[in-house]
């Protein structure tokens, strides 16, 4: 019988801090009705987000476009094309960190706890709202909205924003439903979330009049790849990604992608003038290379942030599965970070 080979995060299983490397180790590199939300600014005394930059930043024709992944998260939290990408980068800058939490618990009192303690080592949290376990103690539309509201006070008390991993994929018109309402209403608390790209422009423009709709920033990530072994994601399908999302419609909704490297960055052609910048968001990250024996693939902070350009690191089990989620956590900030600071030095 197969046995899959288990080497890198497990579900819940403890990993021993002290055994954790802080350095790169040596193993090779895999190949690897229309309802609108008004909420009042709920903006951390930390951050003083900048004003929005032109539409178009004009270059002189002997400067060089610049990869987005030499540049400082903070000259990029001033130029950003979307709000929500600023906001993210400047909370980077001021918090010096890179990492997002992807909390996969499915009991909503411990996921409260657990966000309450590693708050401070991140700049994200991740959700599967669709994967909790709400109590049936009041109605479950209460449950949900008594969570989300915690959590967004946890996001404001700490300084982090919020990414619902809800990977739409469906036409424009069904995917504003999901988006605005149903018992999880994910824009009205969601600060940024995700879609697929595969029913063509129609879910962006769909997602977009959601979020124009809603005061506070909101910002889209378009899926294009992902770490899975075997996914259908990169090459072709990653160039008709960026194209779509290259368009001047959304310009300032979809702030980026999550791919295993980083996408676009040189300009888009047609306007050249213009610098584009996609914030680039990797899951499949762990201390160790290695798999969770069901296809995901893990690399290492240095090979996804220093290597491969990604500005965000995404990690789950790896944190939330640890004896100590806040030392490793922090194992994972202090690496990611060392890895970025590397990358724009050599920039
Ligand atoms: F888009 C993706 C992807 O390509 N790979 C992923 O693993 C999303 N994910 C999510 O990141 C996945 O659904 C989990 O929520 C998380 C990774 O968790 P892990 O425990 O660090 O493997």
């Known amino acids: 019988m197969f046995v899959a080979r288990q080497t890198g995060p497990q579900p819940y299983k403890k990993i021993c801090s002290s055994t954790i490397p802080t350095t790169p180790t040596n193993q090779p590199t895999p190949q690897f009705p229309s309802k609108t939300f008004h909420k009042k600014s709920t903006t951390s005394p930390l951050l003083h987000l900048p004003p929005p930059p032109p539409t178009t930043l004009p270059l002189n024709n002997n400067q060089t476009k610049m990869p987005s992944s ?11 094309p979307t709000a929500a990408g600023r906001k993210l ?3 980077m800058a001021q918090k010096r960190t890179n990492l997002c939490l992807s909390m996969d618990h499915t009991d909503p009192e411990k996921i409260l706890s657990l966000v309450h303690q590693l708050g401070p080592k991140i700049c994200l949290l991740k959700t599967h709202i669709d994967i909790i376990a709400f109590p049936p103690t009041t109605t479950t539309t209460t449950s949900i909205k008594s969570f989300t509201t915690k959590l967004q006070a946890l996001a404001q008390q700490h300084t982090f924003m919020i990414f619902e991993d809800r990977k739409f994929a469906d036409i424009g018109s069904t995917v504003q439903h999901q988006y605005r309402g149903g018992v999880y209403e994910i824009a009205s608390w969601a600060d940024i979330t995700n879609a697929h790209a595969i029913p063509g422009p129609g879910i962006i423009q769909g997602l977009k009049e959601v979020a124009d709709g809603i005061e506070e920033p909101r910002g889209l990530l378009l899926l294009a790849e992902m770490s899975s072994r075997g996914n259908l994601g990169g090459g072709e399908y990653q160039e008709k990604t960026l194209a779509m999302a290259r368009s001047r ?3 300032g909704f979809v702030m980026g992608f999550i791919a295993m490297k980083e996408v676009g960055g040189g ?5 050249e003038e213009e610098e584009e910048d996609f914030i680039v968001m990797t899951p499949g990250v762990g201390l160790r290379v290695g798999g969770d024996g069901l296809g995901q693939q893990y690399r290492t902070p240095e090979e996804v942030v220093g290597r491969d350009g990604c500005d965000v690191v995404i990690v789950g089990r790896g944190i939330v599965g640890a004896d100590d ?3 490793v956590a922090e194992v994972y900030r202090e690496r990611s970070w060392r890895a970025y600071e590397g990358r724009i030095t050599k920039g």
């Open 267 to 271: 300009g888009d052609g047609e306007e």
């Open 325 to 327: 989620p806040v030392a």
């Open 249 to 251: 419609e959304w310009r």
């Open 89 to 91: 980068l400047q909370i």
């Open 70 to 80: 030499t540049k400082t998260y903070e000259s990029r939290s001033k130029t950003h």
